[in-house]
């Protein structure tokens, strides 16, 4: 089997999920560029969310393989496919509501295990990896426009916001790896009325730029898709319907049969 090309980060080769005798992911192919921001749309029950899931060693392959920049993850559990580069936000937002949002934000940053291990006797080394990882999460909030909200409680924010906290969350987790990283959000504008979900496009193009991420999104909100996304996939009952360029997706007539033309191409496609 061979690796992704130089231009490509994440290459996903016949990839099957099953759930007793339901397919909910059929010989599915695609890859994600890097730097790019590639889109994953689909009717509810396409099999979006299982996509993610198998990316991120939730779920193991019936079938099919899944590379990150060389790296064979098809096999490996979250915890790995995180060390690998890959972090993820959730449709159910999973915020620690009990602590600040910049302790939210600091957690991942201090799971690694010779900090952890290092807490018990709060040695000059944690002291140090606390300072850094502090400092890290307060410029991502800072990029993310969450600075403000550093030492409120997670559960005091508005929804909009604990969307956006939770993925600095993400970023952070990300940034724990040296090299290409991959950001996965599933439906990351689910509840946001239009002036917020355009914000969060804006922040998802700036973030991606100032943090050199990639980015992949499954999302319904169809004009933050088309707005964001360099590439878009779409899936219909767990197989690949299409995939291209906004503008291809948007004239593609299968498309509009299967997806688009249900929900009116300027909707939100909830």
Do not use: W
């Not at 999973?94 to 799971?111: D, S």
């Amino acid at each position: 089997m061979t690796a992704p090309g130089p231009t490509s980060l994440l290459e996903v080769r016949g990839l099957s999920r099953s759930f007793g005798g339901i397919r909910a992911v059929e010989a599915l192919s695609f890859d994600v560029a890097r730097g790019g921001i590639m889109g994953l749309i689909g009717p509810n029950g396409a099999g979006k969310t299982t996509v993610f899931n198998l990316i991120t060693g939730v779920y193991r392959p019936t079938a099919g393989t899944i590379f990150l920049n060389g790296i064979d993850l098809t096999k490996k559990r979250p915890h790995e496919v995180v060390r690998a580069g890959i972090a993820r936000t959730f449709q159910n937002i999973r915020l620690f509501n009990r602590m600040t949002c910049l302790e939210n934000v600091m957690t991942p940053l201090l799971a690694r295990g010779d900090a952890a291990l290092g807490a018990f006797f709060r040695t000059p080394f944690v002291r140090g990896e606390e300072r850094k990882a502090r400092e890290t999460a307060l410029a991502v909030m800072e990029d993310m426009g969450l600075a403000d909200t550093a030492y409120r409680l997670a559960s005091t924010l508005p929804y909009g916001l604990q969307r956006k906290l939770e993925i600095a969350r993400a970023l952070a987790c990300g940034l724990l790896v040296q090299g290409p990283r991959l950001v996965l959000l599933d439906e990351p504008a689910a509840g946001m009325n239009e002036a917020e979900t355009r914000e969060l496009g804006e922040v998802i193009l700036k973030t991606q730029k100032d943090f050199d991420v990639t980015m992949m999104l499954i999302e319904h909100h169809i004009n933050l898709v088309m707005n964001v996304c360099t590439r878009i996939v779409v899936m219909e009952r767990g197989t690949l319907l299409a995939e291209g360029s906004p503008h291809a997706i948007r004239s593609d007539e299968r498309v509009i049969a299967a997806y688009l033309g249900r929900k009116g191409k300027n909707e939100h496609g909830r």
